[in-house]
Nanobody, 119 residues
Framework: QVQLVESGGGLVQPGGSLRLSCAAS????????MSWFRQAPGKARELVAA??????NYADSVKGRFTISGDNAKNTVYLQMNSLKPEDTAVYYC??????????????WGQGTQVTVSS
């Protein structure tokens, strides 16, 4: 059974930091691209950061402030968020994605964790 369980969200003041965690199980973690998305009220879900074996990518809005990393031994991906701004307020979702050589696609989502940046 595939599971992605996010944790680490909460309320933080502007300029503060949070570290989100996403614990994965039920699939071969190191084969998948791992990503963090977020969705603010009334807005579409957007990609925040993504990580493969070869590279990491970030949305322009978070470059230099957020860092995605992974621990294959723990089947966990992290999102370190520094210098948080009110516009970072959203529900953050973990995603695991894989496209096989035959073109079959797999995509799994966590339940989301709320991040609120406010004074």
């Amino acid at each position: 059974q595939v599971q992605l369980v996010e944790s680490g969200g909460g309320l933080v003041q502007p300029g503060g930091s949070l570290r989100l965690s996403c614990a994965a199980s039920g699939f071969y973690f190191s084969s998948y691209a791992m990503s963090w998305f977020r969705q603010a009220p009334g807005k579409a879900r957007e990609l925040v950061a993504a990580m493969t074996r070869a590279s990491t990518n970030y949305a322009d809005s978070v470059k230099g402030r957020f860092t995605i990393s992974g621990d294959n031994a723990k089947n966990t991906v992290y999102l370190q968020m520094n210098s948080l701004k009110p516009e970072d307020t959203a529900v953050y979702y973990c995603n695991a994605g894989l496209r096989t050589a035959t073109g079959k696609e797999y995509s799994y989502w966590g339940q989301g964790t709320q991040v609120t940046v406010s004074s």
